[in-house]
């Protein structure tokens, strides 16, 4: 039913999480983002931001074509309205996802991505980013600590695509530099849905698509995924 564009990263794991814990049919499409895969035309005709992960589904709601939708936030509210899962239908409590799960596209992963960047990858290494963006990321941990010393999940007392949202962004704490230790309600979380079994599936399902464990960014990578600019779309 749905052909999933994916490469084993936290935006990718997003996906596959939904997928496996809702029970939908999927099928991998990979696109290998270390190879450039990302950039080939039948890709960008769908995703036209070169980025995976994006989804085709072939058997939409209303019966009509198939429906293509890129970027893993719109991912996941598609398909939580597609199924009737993971999204509340009342007002309020729809609400409150939505604000969680913006709040992991708009923050969460953007911070967490510059700090893997500027402490991981940069060529250079510079003191100001780094300290910026791995406080960063840990300020926003504080910010998920504090609202999970109340709440079972992000969205309440449910799982949601809030907390699939979040999760894969949290699996990299240690190259983050973020001790769990310190954010005892976020290591609670975390813990509880690392050992849900279609988060286990995701995982397994997605890493062999990389049997190998090959690093997505490594030095002829790095050319492919750090080099782009307007030309890089134009072309």
Request: glycine share 8%.
């Amino acid at each position: 039913m749905i052909d999933l564009y994916f490469w084993p990263t936290p935006n990718g794991h997003k996906i596959t999480i939904f997928l496996e814990e809702a029970g939908l049919d999927y099928s991998f499409k990979p696109v290998n983002i270390s190879t450039g895969d990302q950039f080939k035309p039948e890709f960008l005709a769908f995703s036209p931001n070169n980025r995976m992960p994006a989804i085709i589904d072939n058997a939409p709601a209303d019966g009509g074509e198939p429906i293509s939708v890129f970027e893993s936030g719109a991912i996941l509210v598609y398909l939580a309205e597609k199924t009737g899962k993971f999204l509340p239908g009342d007002v309020r409590g729809r609400k409150t996802v939505l604000e969680w799960l913006f709040w992991q596209v708009g923050g969460l992963g953007p911070m967490a991505g510059q700090n893997h960047h500027f402490v991981q990858y940069a060529p250079e290494r510079i003191p100001y980013a780094m300290e910026r963006y791995v406080k960063e990321t840990g300020r926003l941990y504080g910010v998920m600590d504090k609202r999970l010393a109340d709440n079972e999940f992000l969205g309440g007392a449910e799982l949601s695509i809030a907390d699939m949202a979040s999760y894969p962004w949290i699996v990299p704490h240690e190259r983050q530099q973020q001790d769990l230790d310190n954010f005892p309600n976020l290591k609670r979380w975390f813990t509880a849905i690392k050992q849900r079994p279609a988060v286990v599936r995701a995982y397994e399902k997605g890493q062999e698509i990389n049997p190998n464990r090959t690093p997505t960014v490594n030095e002829d990578s790095k050319k492919i995924l750090f080099s782009q600019s307007a030309d890089t779309v134009k072309r």
